[in-house]
């Protein structure tokens, strides 16, 4: 017991004496889009995507020379379109529809991944791959545009946009890019990530509406460019 604590303190502070921070700033350009279902009747399904955007400050954190842990704070775009059927409950010979609503939402987004870099492939350049996680928070969301909702199968009742979705996301991240070193401590970087959504944002078809086994999750396709300083 005392050599495995021994061996875990030298590893501690190996570590240590090799961790080294950097703090950078990143922008990603995005693709987001939504993946809906639901059982019929009402056969919730994805829409078209939408043009997002996103950006903050990162930083990483390493305790290996190709190792890093990845955080930072970022403001990102989410989103996209999704339709289901409504049914007619009027008296009148209307047939059942396909209606739709456009869902962006703005995120205060906290990842935390594992970057692996390899050895340089050129002259102070090398790639990385990125995998872990994120938990994100919605600061802004708009529903066809507008931050209010007129339900008009419901009685016309209006409701906040913020009320139709869950109050935390959480996605898994994967990701690779290049890095590359333009001068002593400033690198530039750009690269490709995934984000998957995991949490069911809905907050209202099943409870409002009635309907059954909504299930409506993100998705992000994002190119990220960012600067070390």
């Not at 021994?6 to 501690?12: F, G, P, Y």
């Not at 409701?159 to 959480?170: G, I, P």
């Not at 990220?224 to 300083?229: C, R, T």
Request: aromatic fraction near 14%; avoid cysteine; charge should be positive.
């Amino acid at each position: 017991m005392k050599k495995l604590f021994l061996t875990l303190a030298a590893l501690a502070i190996s570590a240590a004496a090799f961790a080294q921070v950097e703090i950078g700033l990143k922008v990603s350009p995005a693709v987001s889009f939504l993946r809906a279902s639901s059982p019929a009747p009402a056969s919730f399904q994805g829409g078209g995507s939408k043009l997002s955007f996103g950006g903050g400050v990162f930083i990483d954190y390493f305790f290996g020379e190709n190792y890093a842990f990845n955080t930072g704070l970022f403001l990102t775009g989410k989103g996209g379109n999704f339709n289901y059927i409504e049914k007619n409950n009027s008296p009148y010979p209307i047939a059942d529809y396909r209606n739709g609503q456009k869902l962006a939402i703005q995120y205060l987004e906290i990842p935390a991944t594992l970057k692996l870099f390899t050895n340089e492939i050129s002259p102070a350049t090398r790639l990385y791959f990125q995998v872990g996680g994120s938990l994100s928070f919605p600061v802004s969301t708009r529903i066809n545009g507008d931050k209010f909702y007129t339900d008009p199968y419901n009685g016309n009742v209006q409701t906040a946009a913020s009320a139709h979705v869950f109050a935390v996301d959480a996605n898994l991240i994967g990701g690779l890019g290049v890095e590359y070193q333009l001068g002593h401590s400033t690198k530039a970087l750009a690269g490709f990530s995934y984000h998957h959504g995991l949490v069911d944002l809905d907050r209202y078809f099943k409870k409002n509406r009635g309907f059954q086994d909504v299930s409506i999750k993100n998705s992000v396709v994002a190119l990220d460019l960012g600067l070390k300083f």
